[in-house]
């Protein structure tokens, strides 16, 4: 079975700044996906960012990049320029390549609650 | 694109009564769609798959006869909470795959309250 591990319950960054949300996993599997997603106040979840494990390029959107070592199992979100409305629970999550294109679920870490603080 | 809605957004009830919560996607088709529930400051919790067409698969520990899903068209999947108690107030929240992309889109979430 896969597990995600997000070993920071809480960080704080100040705005303006950057600041780097780790994330490991472990798997068996050699085609897989891996997301984080952001859970405001709101409580809607919101995907931030995508990275298909087949690809070497780290994905970048905007302020967001991530740092993904396949042989490490790790998968690193990088928040430059942080704004206040970053302000979020951050959750990292793993989904496993379903060859016959069915749908996988997700296996969430626990999540990381970034403050930034003005 | 690529939205989902949850319906309602809140809801109370009585103990013993039944919700049903739907979750639709929008702007694309969802062979599909999943439920979680969330508890105060922890993670989501899968509790069951929703195929269009067919029966729901459920995680290990969740009780089907209680958590009624359905998935009759391929924008649309209910869950009904049956005879609600009070340990079943949560926030639930819907996901749908969007197919070809393998990512999961989630909907605004229910807080459900059994008083």
């Known amino acids: 079975a896969q597990t995600v591990t997000q070993s920071q319950p809480e960080m704080s960054v100040q705005e303006a700044e950057t600041v780097t949300l780790s994330c490991t996993y472990d798997?068996?599997?050699?085609?897989?996906?891996l997301f984080w997603y952001k859970q405001p106040p709101s409580r809607q979840m919101i995907l931030v960012i995508r990275?298909?494990?087949?690809?070497?390029q780290n994905a970048t959107e905007n302020r967001f990049s991530v740092n993904f070592q396949k042989a490490a199992k790790s998968f690193s979100l990088k928040i430059s320029d942080s704004q206040l409305g970053d302000t979020a629970m951050y959750f990292c999550?793993?989904?496993?390549?379903?060859?016959?294109?069915?749908?996988?679920?997700?296996?969430f870490g626990k999540g990381t609650k970034l403050t930034v603080n003005p | 694109g690529a939205v989902v809605s949850q319906h309602p957004s809140r809801v109370i009830c009585k103990s013993g009564t039944s919700v049903k919560i739907e979750c639709r996607s929008l702007?694309?088709?969802?062979?599909?769609m999943f439920w979680y529930r969330q508890f105060p400051k922890q993670s989501l919790m899968l509790m069951a798959t929703?195929?269009?067409?067919?029966?729901?698969?459920?995680e290990q520990g969740v009780e089907k006869d209680k958590f009624l899903i359905n998935h009759a068209s391929l924008t649309l999947s209910t869950l009904t909470v049956t005879s609600a108690h009070p340990e079943d107030s949560s926030f639930y929240i819907c996901?749908?795959?969007?197919?070809?992309?393998?990512?999961?889109?989630f909907g605004p979430g229910t807080r459900l309250t059994v008083l």
């Open positions: 996901s749908a795959n969007l197919r070809g992309v393998d990512t999961q889109y």
């Open positions: 798997t068996s599997e050699s085609n897989y996906y």
């Open positions: 990275q298909e494990a087949y690809k070497q």
């Open positions: 999550a793993f989904m496993k390549h379903d060859a016959k294109g069915g749908s996988e679920k997700l296996v």
């Open positions: 702007d694309f088709q969802a062979t599909t």
């Open positions: 929703s195929n269009e067409g067919s029966k729901a698969t459920y």
